[in-house]
């Protein structure tokens, strides 16, 4: 059982990105899914998360750009990004509940510039 992000890359501010992430291997259950963000220097933060039935929250830096969703069916979540800024550049990662466990995917580093 893994996760697989993608979407990350280098963008301008005020531009958008959409970061993907899927679950593969023995998937019988998914929980609440998110997404985390790490910056040079700074601690781990928590950018948004969804439950299995939609309820999703923010950080307050993101609220109003960043939304979150998941395809239940796809076993997928995504973070549509907008209005992104200097300050959002950073690596992120996707996580999840999957068969009651907590899992982690590789990073995709978004990049911001002014």
């Known amino acids: 059982v893994q996760l697989q992000a993608s979407g990350g890359g280098l963008v301008q501010a005020g531009d958008s990105l959409r970061l993907s992430c899927a679950a593969s291997?023995?998937?019988?259950?998914?929980?609440?899914m998110g997404w985390y963000r790490q910056a040079p220097g700074k601690q781990r933060e928590l950018v948004a998360n969804?439950?299995?039935?939609?309820?999703?929250n923010y950080a307050d830096s993101v609220k109003g750009r960043f939304t979150i969703s998941r395809d239940n069916a796809k076993n997928a979540v995504y973070l549509q990004m907008d209005s992104l800024k200097p300050e959002d550049t950073a690596v992120y990662h996707c996580?999840?509940?999957?068969?009651?466990?907590?899992?982690w995917g590789k990073g995709t580093q978004v990049t911001v510039s002014s």
């Open positions: 996580s999840a509940v999957l068969n009651r466990m907590d899992y």
């Open positions: 291997g023995r998937v019988f259950s998914v929980g609440a």
């Open positions: 969804i439950s299995p039935g939609g309820s999703a």
